[in-house]
């Protein structure tokens, strides 16, 4: 059902639209508002340097390690997330200046992963961006990256936002994968387009003959593209899922594979299971002028 549901937002076929016609009406209720909510929300002003990454699309656009590479261009800096797929709530600590101070479970894979590449960053997760916000200053963060903050709309903040290179369903939810109308993006500051602005570069690490692929991120099928020779069977889960164990040692045996290859989102939760681990690792290449345009906005605000 959620293969169907993601194949619909993201790839439709012929026989997705007469759903999307059903439930389009919902959509532009939806979408209007979002407009509303957008319109008549005062922003409030933290008076420090804070830059959001998001997107107006559901599910993976390159968020995750757009922050990595921003932060790690600059000093002083906390990510804050709101930690998706957590087994914990409220205000939590996943790493300060590099040193990780909880587990995967209670911070979700994308914080963890983002804490594991940011040696000198600090990394929070919170439902409230600006309780974070306030730890944050108080700690003395000096550039402070919202990750997937576009919908925050009550922060004022320099908005960049993600724009996959092909989109084929341009609804808002239910009927897409769109969480507002798409002519929203004009509120950015910057609208990165995938292929334009940014490019993804995948490497692997410790390939096998014989790889089992195991991935819970959202339509798994992007990663097709740039799968490597060897892959004996794949296994999807929900995006955000934990692993079993035992299920995945069952399946190993049975698929007779060397190694289980995975992203590096997929990576922090399998930790401590004692796999050959195959990784898919992702980075960016970023326009420069992107780069330029945040140093002039954190020169602004901290001048």
Known sequence: MISFFEKMMFNPKWYHYILILLLSPLSIIYGLIMVVRRLLIRKISFGTPIVSIGNLIVGGSGKTPFVIALALRYDGVTVISRGYGRKSSGLIEV??????????????????????????????VSQSREDAIVLAKKQGAKLILLDDGFN???????????????????????????????????YANVVAKEGRDFSRKVTFENLTPKMLL?????????????LP??????????????????????????????????TSKDR?????????????KLSLNIDQDIFKNIDSYINKVKF
Request: proline residues 4%; glycine residues 4%; aromatic residues 10%.
């Open 152 to 186: 925050r709309v009550n922060i004022e903040k320099y908005e960049i936002l993600l724009e996959p290179q092909i989109i084929k369903n341009y609804l808002p939810f239910p009927a897409g994968a769109f969480r507002e109308f798409w002519f929203i993006k004009n």
């Open 229 to 262: 020779e060897g892959i004996v069977n794949k296994i999807y889960l929900d995006d955000h899922s934990y692993f079993n164990k035992e299920e995945l040692t069952k399946e190993l045996k049975q698929n007779r594979a060397i190694s289980i290859l995975c």
């Open 214 to 226: 195991v991935t819970a991120i959202s339509n798994p099928q992007r990663l097709d593209k740039y």
């Open 268 to 280: 922090v939760k399998l930790e401590g299971f004692g796999f050959n681990i195959s990784e898919m």
């Open 95 to 124: 790493s300060r200046e590099g040193k990780i101070l909880c587990s995967v479970e209670q911070s979700g894979d994308e914080a963890m992963l983002m804490a594991h590449s940011l040696p000198k960053a600090s990394v929070i």
